[in-house]
C-alpha cells in the first residue's frame, strides 16, 4: 500500500517528539497511526523511536536534561514498542540488529533504573536487548546468553555488597569455557573503572551514553 511521504514524516517525527517529551499518550497515538499508514514498524522504530531517544541521550550525557526526563523518555518507547515490536517478523528483526545482549543486576541488588536507562538506550541503537531483571544470580547471566544466543552479557551493580557476584560471573564462564563466547560489560554505582579492569571485564561504562559506545566497539561496530 502507498502513503503520503508527508504524512510518513510527520507520524516519524510524532513518534520522535513523543520520546523526547516523554509523553506515553502521544508515542501510543502515533504508533498506532503509523500502523494505519502502513509504515513498517521497522522503519518506526528506527527513524522515529530511536531517533527520539538519541536525542534523549545527546541531551542527559550534555547535562541538558535530567535523569526523570530521561525516565519519562524510556517509558514512552516501551509504550510504542510494545505495539510495534509483535509487527516484526523474525527475519527483518535480525537484519535490523547489529548485536544482542542480555542485561541485568546482579544478585544482591534490586536497583534498576541505570540498567532500564542503559537497555533502552542499547535498543535505541539497534541492539537486540534481553533485560533479565534484578538481583540475578551469576549463573541465570549464563544461561539466559546461551538462549538468547547473546554477543554480549552487561552487568549493572550499585551495592558494594554484590560485587563478589560480578566476578564470580566472569570465574563461572572462564571455568564453563564460555570466557571467549561473551563479551562482558558491566556499570553501576558500585563499579569504577579500576575495578572492571581488575576482574577482567571487557568494557564499563560509567554512563548509558558510553555504555552504548562500548558495545558497539565490543562487537566491532564501535
Do not use: C
Given at each position: 500500500?502507498?502513503?503520503?511521504?508527508?504524512?510518513?514524516?510527520?507520524?516519524?517525527?510524532?513518534?520522535?517528539?513523543?520520546?523526547?517529551?516523554?509523553?506515553?499518550?502521544?508515542?501510543?497515538?502515533?504508533?498506532?497511526?503509523?500502523?494505519?499508514?502502513?509504515?513498517?514498524?521497522?522503519?518506526?522504530?528506527?527513524?522515529?523511536?530511536?531517533?527520539?531517544?538519541?536525542?534523549?541521550?545527546?541531551?542527559?550525557?550534555?547535562?541538558?536534561?535530567?535523569?526523570?526526563?530521561?525516565?519519562?523518555?524510556?517509558?514512552?518507547?516501551?509504550?510504542?514498542?510494545?505495539?510495534?515490536?509483535?509487527?516484526?517478523?523474525?527475519?527483518?528483526?535480525?537484519?535490523?540488529?547489529?548485536?544482542?545482549?542480555?542485561?541485568?543486576?546482579?544478585?544482591?541488588?534490586?536497583?534498576?533504573?541505570?540498567?532500564?536507562?542503559?537497555?533502552?538506550?542499547?535498543?535505541?541503537?539497534?541492539?537486540?536487548?534481553?533485560?533479565?531483571?534484578?538481583?540475578?544470580?551469576?549463573?541465570?547471566?549464563?544461561?539466559?546468553?546461551?538462549?538468547?544466543?547473546?554477543?554480549?552479557?552487561?552487568?549493572?551493580?550499585?551495592?558494594?555488597?554484590?560485587?563478589?557476584?560480578?566476578?564470580?560471573?566472569?570465574?563461572?564462564?572462564?571455568?564453563?569455557?564460555?570466557?571467549?563466547?561473551?563479551?562482558?560489560?558491566?556499570?553501576?554505582?558500585?563499579?569504577?573503572?579500576?575495578?572492571?579492569?581488575?576482574?577482567?571485564a571487557d568494557g564499563y561504562g560509567?554512563?548509558?551514553?558510553?555504555?552504548?559506545?562500548?558495545?558497539?566497539?565490543?562487537?566491532?561496530?564501535?
Amino acid at each position: 500500500m502507498r502513503f503520503p511521504i508527508g504524512a510518513t514524516k510527520e507520524v516519524l517525527q510524532g513518534l520522535a517528539n513523543a520520546v523526547i517529551e516523554g509523553d506515553e499518550d502521544s508515542a501510543r497515538e502515533w504508533a498506532k497511526r503509523s500502523i494505519e499508514l502502513g509504515i513498517d514498524p521497522l522503519v518506526a522504530i528506527r527513524e522515529g523511536l530511536m531517533a527520539g531517544m538519541r536525542v534523549v541521550g545527546e541531551r542527559f550525557a550534555n547535562m541538558e536534561i535530567f535523569l526523570p526526563e530521561v525516565l519519562l523518555a524510556a517509558d514512552a518507547m516501551k509504550t510504542a514498542l510494545e505495539i510495534l515490536e509483535p509487527l516484526i517478523v523474525e527475519e527483518e528483526r535480525e537484519k535490523f540488529t547489529i548485536g544482542r545482549v542480555v542485561i541485568g543486576t546482579i544478585e544482591g541488588d534490586i536497583h534498576d533504573i541505570g540498567k532500564n536507562i542503559v537497555a533502552m538506550m542499547l535498543k535505541a541503537n539497534g541492539f537486540d536487548v534481553v533485560d533479565i531483571g534484578v538481583d540475578v544470580p551469576p549463573e541465570e547471566f549464563i544461561l539466559k546468553a546461551e538462549e538468547a544466543k547473546a554477543d554480549i552479557i552487561a552487568v549493572s551493580a550499585l551495592l558494594s555488597t554484590s560485587l563478589p557476584y560480578v566476578e564470580d560471573l566472569i570465574r563461572l564462564l572462564e571455568g564453563k569455557g564460555l570466557r571467549d563466547k561473551y563479551r562482558v560489560m558491566v556499570g553501576g554505582g558500585a563499579i569504577t573503572r579500576e575495578y572492571a579492569q581488575k576482574i577482567g571485564a571487557d568494557g564499563y561504562g560509567e554512563d548509558a551514553e558510553e555504555a552504548v559506545q562500548v558495545a558497539k566497539r565490543l562487537i566491532g561496530r564501535g
